[in-house]
């Protein structure tokens, strides 16, 4: 299955990826009406720390603990995407206590909110690996 | 308007030649015949001939065929001749006043040997100092063209189609064991009778068809090489390369065609380890001798000839074979009209030398 | 001083209705023109900071920034022009030299752009590449002049050593110093896919890169940077070095900022130091000391590799040429003016050395006449800025070319001219680590082959057009030329006719 990779070798630290991340998941046709004045909440964050930086978001294990720790069924595997069903989603935050990376967050909502390689937004595609300016993120199939 | 030799002219052209492997004569007007056929590829600006064979009684002595424009032009070139050569014979080349053949050159003929204290003062070869001669009364003595210059061999062309050149030259009057013809089709240019094929070079003549977009890679090239290309057409660029690479680097016929049109570089990697090393070699080594763009010629040299297309093979040819004669044409038509029942009819593929030789040669070698 | 100041030379526009704040180009300018101003809440810039490199523009992801040439000037003077006055305040300000970078940008005539390429109509006809073949790969070094046979009769191998490229373009020499680690990589990897070579450039060649030396030229400058036995072996030729277009009678200039641990040991000099190159080679000081480094280069690499001699083309090229061929080099590089550069004296760079286009067209037919242009390749560089630079090189009697500022565009680079600084925002002509991350060599690559690709496909049409179907076929093929707008002197150096003649 293709997945999202990041290597940290590549990453500028510019946040690109979590501006085009939080404009693919806004609904909005333009980044300007989507994001100006706002405090972005993305779905894939920038971790840096003494000149080292790389992206996190959702690894969809293939053996996730979020799904099993969700205590309404709102998390699925579909197809190797971990997905979420907000309408299911309580927000008791469980997922996010046991997801190892961190990659899950509430979202504006109550719900939480991770990343869903865009599969359900007006990107189609990973946005974040579109617009990553130094292929620090890639969308591959590995192994 | 600039004459040929001021600038350059592209043409169209038909060729033909014939050889007899036996050694038989073949009589002029058989090679007259053949290119008559192609009337309609030439059209009136250029016809011309060279016979192989065709002087026995002085075989030794090299020939000159020379155009002047006048008298004085005439004068100062037998002054040079007197000089450097020793002349054993020397006349006007008979004609058939016609015509169809106008504005006509004095058409003088030489039979000469370098002066022996000459060549040994010019530290040269023979054939080196008799070049070297050429070259030299063409391109100083305003007026004067040596048009042909080879042993036991002769060029005879005009400006006119070349069935009327042939009957200009009398051509029935003589017999050789080789023949080629050209008729020419320049685009734009009143012609000048130097300009007509074949080119020749002792001899070495050249009869082609085309117009090689190489020109200037190659004119450049072998100008290095102490030749002159003073009437700017492909014919005299190619007649040098060849003269260049054959007396001078002492290539076989074969190695030189794979200068001249070499092979696809992914050619030469599919073939043979020792083939292949060999023309990359060649390839490597005379890169500015590669002769590009569409051109078939008829190489005639002292016992045979060879036909060769450039590689992609833009201009058609085909040869036929019948008893021990080999017949090479633009069209097949020009071959039937004077042999109807071949043993054999092909068309060579691009940059694929056709060489012939007489049988006597072989057997000497 | 208040009279030192200059007001920028551009500004930077930025749209505040379409900005955000993602504040990616305050994270991208190493030169810290942008700012976020948490009271305001808005972006801010100072744009005498901004050397104009496009990073932020190109990043920006609303499209909310421009750089734009200001408006601000001064009094109209067609002789003090505001370029003149501006330098006059720098230098009484510093007491210093102007630097300058890439290549030389004044208004002199570009012949490329005076010259047009012929096609075939009628008489001869044009070639289709995408039907028939059509060769674009050259053989670079001196060729035989005579054949000789063995005692079979054979022909005997007596071709000195070649270089081999695919393409007739190559990339020239940038160190490992004025550019990136991840800038060698990329052009390593990239000549190495494309069948051509890259040139260390007089740095010497990192550790990493001795992989890919089958398509590796390294450089022997008079700083002798980085030489040694292995290293003039590790290439597939030598080059040495006598002088650069950018900056004819100098020698590089790297300053010691760009001088870290890494450039240091491939160096071979103290980390932090300038590189300042002697400006002649000092066992060089005519043209027999030449001959004798080019034969002592050739003995320490066993006589396998063609050694290059690379010359700024100056007023008497030729007569240099003509000594250099005889003095057993395989191969002349010829850089002309406009050759780029990561540090040179603003005034030498655009001042000293003669146009390309004519030092070649000068050199060849020098050469030419003396009957050695053979016995050498020529090779130019200086400003080849597309296809049609290439095919008309090639036709005035080049047998390849070099590219460089051509191959850092490829890169990212935006010519803001600012390489001395080593603030490169494309992570090009840096060595900040941060900054240098910036380029990764898998984008990089991948970018060089897709130029010079395009570009040899441009080529190959460009032959085709004229109903040549091999590149030695347009070596030196004048005919296929035609100046225009030139005058009779200008024609006669470049050995063309006028159009319409």
Redesign the interface.
Known sequence: MKRIYVNEKWCLGCHLCEYYCAFANSGKDSMVKALKNVTINPRIRIEEHGGISFAVSCRHCEEPICTKSCITGALTVNDGVIQIDKDKCVGCYTCILTCPYGAIVPSDTGAIQKCELCINNSSGKPACVAGCPNKAIVFEEKE | MLKEGQV?I???CAISGIISKSGKKINGERIVKSIATMHDRSNGLGGGFAGYGIYPQYKDLYAFHVFYDGNSAREECERFLDRHFDIINLSKIPVRPSSKITAEPLIWRYFVNPLPTKLTDSHLDEKEFVSRSVIRINSQIDGAYVFSCGKNMGVFKAVGYPEDVGDYFRLEEYDGYAWTAHGRYP?NTPGWWGGAHPFAMLDYSIVHN?????????R??I???GYKCTLQTDTEVITYIIDYLLRK???SLK?AASVIA?P???TIENQPKAQR??LT??R?????L?????FSIILGFEGGLMALND??K?RSMVIGEKDDMVYMASEECAIRIIEPELDKLWSPRGGEPVIVTLDSMKSSK | MAIDFLYPEYEIKRDRDKCICCRVCERQCANEAHWYDPELQMMMCDSAKCVNCHRCVALCPTRALKIVKTDHTFKENANWTGEHIAEIYRQAGTGGVLLSSMGNPKKYPIYWDKMLINASQVTNPPIDPLREPMETKVFLGAKPGKVEFNSKGEIKNNLPPQLKLEVPIMFSAMSYGSISYNAHESLARAARELGTFYNTGEGGLHEDFYKYGANTIVQVASGRFGVHKDYLNAGAAIEIKMGQGAKPGIGGHLPGIKVREDISRTRMIPEGSDAISPAPHHDIYSIEDLRQLVYSLKEASDYKKPVIVKIAAVHNVAAIASGIARGGADIIAIDGYRGGTGAAPTRIRDNVGIPIELALAAVDQRLREEGIRNNVSIVVGGSIRSSADVVKAIALGADAVYIATSALMALGCHLCRSCQKGNCNWGIATQRPELVRRLNPDIGYKRLVNLVTAWNHEIKEIMGGMGINSIESLRGNRLMLRGIGLTEKELSILGIKHAGE
């Open positions: 350059r592209p043409s169209g685009t085309g117009e090689i977009s190489s020109y200037d890679a190659n450049r090239d100008e290095m090489y680097q002492k290539l190695d070499a696809f570089w992914s090393e060999k070699y060649l490597s080594a005379f890169p500015g590669l002769i590009t763009g569409p590689r992609l833009l």
